[in-house]
Nanobody, 126 residues
Framework: VQLQACGGGLVQTGGSLRLSCVISGRTSGRSTVGWFRQAPGKEREFVAASRYTGGSTHYVDSVMGRFTISRDVAENTVYLQMNSLKPEDTAVYYC????????????????????WGQGTEVTVSS
């Protein structure tokens, strides 16, 4: 499975960006697609996830109500719409896919995700 993320850039506080992640290759058996981010000098953290079956979505508290994860099944693309951006959202954003079904308590655990994109950088100026 290959993932190609794009859409990052420089935006002012309060602005919006939409990240895209095109997923190709053999995706059978994959259960969940997620977005993670890594800010300078910090550990990579979970941002949002969407399950392939049922389409339920999950977010870290800090982006709830501002970010929306969605999927275009026909285009094999996952989006992360980011609104009301804050300087603390500055990071490299990665998309990833989990191989197996993840229980809810583990959906934020990046070790559950086996395929990763290369990352796209988001900078929010104050």
């Amino acid at each position: 499975v290959q993932l190609q993320a794009c859409g990052g850039g420089l935006v002012q506080t309060g602005g919006s960006l939409r990240l895209s992640c095109v997923i190709s290759g053999r995706t059978s058996g994959r259960s969940t697609v997620g977005w993670f981010r890594q800010a300078p000098g910090k550990e990579r953290e979970f941002v949002a996830a969407s399950r392939y079956t049922g389409g339920s979505t999950h977010y870290v508290d800090s982006v709830m109500g501002r970010f929306t994860i969605s999927r275009d099944v026909a285009e094999n693309t996952v989006y992360l719409q980011m609104n009301s951006l804050k300087p603390e959202d500055t990071a490299v954003y990665y998309c990833a896919v989990a191989a197996n079904v993840i229980i809810l308590s583990a959906i934020q655990n990046q070790r559950m995700y086996v395929d990763w994109g290369q990352g796209t950088e988001v900078t929010v100026s104050s």
